[in-house]
């Protein structure tokens, strides 16, 4: 493709000027002028209101994707075990199907798993894809990818959406390679374009600096993963769904690996996405026996203790217990953060919680723009105080 100038046409307005990101196009006594530093990415096309910016590359055509239907979810299981986040995907599935006007379904794989099905449906799918096999016992990246291609090829859905776990993170790529899809993993917020009916995945970008919304307009299915504790599970004991079973054929060989031994870690990680009050700390803490105080306030008032990366890589608290963008996603009733700034890449954690307490010695502190209830002090002695209050009460 190449790009170039009508100078009849352009008016110096420098709209491409801006819109380059490579630096290609500067103005030259008045008018824009294209330099070898153009990569011919097309930026400056849409910008230029005069249509002076020309090019020999044909308008990309959006394919017809009218038999693509369906938001689908993955029910991601262990051992026959359901992970909360499918059901929190199934909620979400629930309010962008109904935009769509479209229905939702849920894809089992498993071994002896079809009691399940039951509480797929329960949670908003209209369909449960079931698939059952001996060698789909316990996750394989490869057996589970030839079912889920086979079951993307066979029923086209419109939106396929698996949770970001150690089992999602392995097969969403997997998947969307195969069917030659892109894929948005981490997202935080999912929604229908009201305009073209597509998509708009939004993440953090840029080392958390920016949340980025991507759509995808030439390939189906449009693939997301989101981390758990993001999504709302939305129950709905009415739903009538019913069980479309696969008919699985996988031979040892072709899946290639086997499991021989599933060895559990003794000390069970903790799973925050599900506490309802939550007590953080980040620097401000101090050190680790500042944090034993958090975990008295903890204790207390029923809750958990977790905090920054920063409290994390000092040592404070184990790593399970981090909040943010390369820890966990929480939505508690309550979240208490003590000597915590606020940086984007912690709020991304712990943006959907109900009500946010923040106790900081900085009044400009961003923790104060996603807080409820903010306190200007030392926790040092707030956090003492609190606990001597919440005892005598
Ligand atoms: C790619 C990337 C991913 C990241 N992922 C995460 C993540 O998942 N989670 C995360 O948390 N961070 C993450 N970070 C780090 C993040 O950018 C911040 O550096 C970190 O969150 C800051 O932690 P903090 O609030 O504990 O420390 P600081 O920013 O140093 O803030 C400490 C706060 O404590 C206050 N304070 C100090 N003493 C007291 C006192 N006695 N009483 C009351 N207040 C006091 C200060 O006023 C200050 O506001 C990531 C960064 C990058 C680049």
């Not at 129950?235 to 069980?243: A, D, L, S, Y």
Request: proline letters at 4%; hydrophobic letters at 40%; a positive charge.
């Amino acid at each position: 493709m190449t790009v170039w100038i009508d100078t009849e046409l352009c008016n110096g307005c420098k709209r491409c000027v801006k819109a380059c990101p490579y630096e290609g196009v500067e103005i030259r006594d008045g008018k824009a002028y294209i330099l070898e530093r153009c990569t011919s990415c097309g930026a400056c096309l849409e910008t230029c209101k005069q249509m002076a910016m020309q090019t020999d590359a044909k308008p990309r055509v959006i394919p017809d994707f009218s038999d693509w239907e369906g938001v689908w979810v993955f029910a991601e299981q262990r051992g026959g075990e359901l992970n909360t986040v499918s059901l929190e995907l199934l909620g979400k599935a629930q309010e962008l199907a109904g935009t769509l006007n479209q229905e939702v379904s849920a894809l089992l794989l498993g071994s002896k798993v079809a009691k399940l099905a039951n509480t797929l449906i329960a949670y908003g799918a209209d369909h449960v894809y079931l698939a059952e096999n001996a060698n789909l016992k316990d996750y394989r990246t490869i057996a589970y990818t030839n079912v889920m291609e086979e079951l993307v090829a066979k029923y086209k859905p419109n939106i396929l959406l698996m949770g970001a776990t150690h089992i999602g993170r392995d097969l969403a790529p997997r998947v969307s390679r195969r069917v030659g899809v892109g894929l948005t993993a981490d997202c935080t917020e999912l929604s229908i374009d009201p305009e073209e009916g597509i998509l708009l995945q939004t993440r953090p970008a840029f080392g958390g600096n920016v949340m980025a919304t991507i759509a995808n307009r030439y390939s189906r299915p449009q693939m997301a993963t989101v981390r758990p504790g993001v999504m709302e599970a939305l129950k709905k004991p009415e739903n009538k769904g019913n069980v479309i079973r696969h008919k699985v054929s996988l031979t040892q060989k072709e899946i290639g690996t086997k499991v021989l031994d599933i060895v559990r870690e003794a000390k069970k990680a903790v799973n925050l996405s599900e506490a309802k009050l939550i007590v953080a700390g980040g620097r401000g803490v101090g050190d680790a026996k500042g944090f034993k105080v958090l975990q008295k306030l903890a204790g207390l008032v029923g809750g958990e203790v977790a905090g920054t990366r920063v409290a994390v890589e000092e040592g404070w608290i184990p790593a399970d217990r981090q909040i943010g963008q390369t820890g966990q996603s929480v939505k508690p009733e309550l979240y208490i953060a003590c000597g915590i700034s606020g940086a984007i890449q912690h709020r991304a954690g712990m943006m959907n919680s109900r009500y946010v307490i923040a106790i900081n010695k900085d009044p400009r502190a961003p923790i104060f723009q996603v807080a409820d209830w903010g306190i200007v002090g030392d926790l040092h002695k707030l956090v003492p105080e609190m606990i001597k209050q919440l005892k005598s009460g």
